[in-house]
């Protein structure tokens, strides 16, 4: 066996509709036999940063997930890496909560690159994944075709993502067929994650790796170069 990351997780410092405390997430990963795993909370919608706080304060809240992780990992065998959940914003509204849904996992923003660009997440969507791209930031679409009642309607950017979750422990067999007919059709790299908000789940996702990974920057570099593998396990 290689080397197993998770790449959609959500822990409740971040994210409203988790149950699951950081401390007790780097605990469940270690026992998955993971490599590691990507903090991923909401950054719109669903997320714990009160709607009063400036762009700066909301930036510095939202870290808390993932630096509490990172805090209880520490000498332990996990590494822990830092991501969003970007659910598009109703069109106009500027408002972090309102969201119209369609989500995607990014990796490699980091602390500065959001404090420095609240008026980029006003703009289009393209306009923000050609910003988040030259930042260096990599888009995953994580469950395209999950239809729930926020979600106005599905919208799919095969130019702009880099990759599209094919696997999410968090939708059904269904909705997951169809995000890989989605991915065979265009192409696309395709990725796992188990979209974690609670332990109590029968299967664990994520992709598998070749080699050890140390970085979140080595990490999106396996997965562009086609070097992982999308994996779904049993939870011990
Ligand atoms: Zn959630
Ligand atoms: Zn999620």
């Not at 609240?118 to 791209?133: G, M, P, R, V, Y």
């Not at 239809?147 to 950017?157: R, T």
């Not at 993502?161 to 890989?180: F, H, L, P, Q, Y």
Request: with cysteine.
């Amino acid at each position: 066996m290689g080397y197993l990351f998770d790449l959609h997780c959500h822990n409740k410092e971040g994210s409203v509709c988790s149950r699951l405390p950081a401390k007790d997430m780097v605990d469940f990963y270690i026992k998955q036999g993971y490599s590691g795993f990507s903090v991923t909370n909401h950054f719109t919608g669903s997320t714990t940063v009160p709607d009063n706080y400036s762009w700066e304060d909301r930036v510095d809240h939202y870290f808390t997930g993932y630096e509490e992780c990172l805090k209880y990992a520490e000498g332990k065998d996990i590494k822990v890496f830092f991501g969003i959940e970007y659910s598009i914003l109703k069109f106009g509204t500027h408002d972090m909560h309102k969201i119209m849904g369609n989500d995607f996992v990014i990796l490699g923003l980091t602390r500065d690159w959001l404090k420095a660009n609240e008026e980029t997440f006003n703009k289009s969507t393209n306009e923000l994944f050609d910003a988040i791209h030259k930042a260096g930031g990599y888009i995953i679409h994580a469950h395209p075709f999950l239809e729930e009642d926020w979600i106005s309607h599905i919208q799919l950017f095969p130019q702009k993502e880099d990759a599209v979750e094919i696997m999410n422990m968090g939708v059904s067999d269904d909705t997951n067929a169809k995000a890989r007919w989605y991915a065979e059709a265009f192409n696309k790299t395709v990725t796992g994650g188990t979209d974690i908000h609670f332990t109590d789940i029968p299967y664990v996702s994520g992709v598998e790796c070749e080699k050890e990974i140390s970085t979140v920057e080595e990490l999106i570099d396996e997965i562009r170069n086609g070097r992982t593998k999308v994996i779904h396990k049993k939870v011990i």
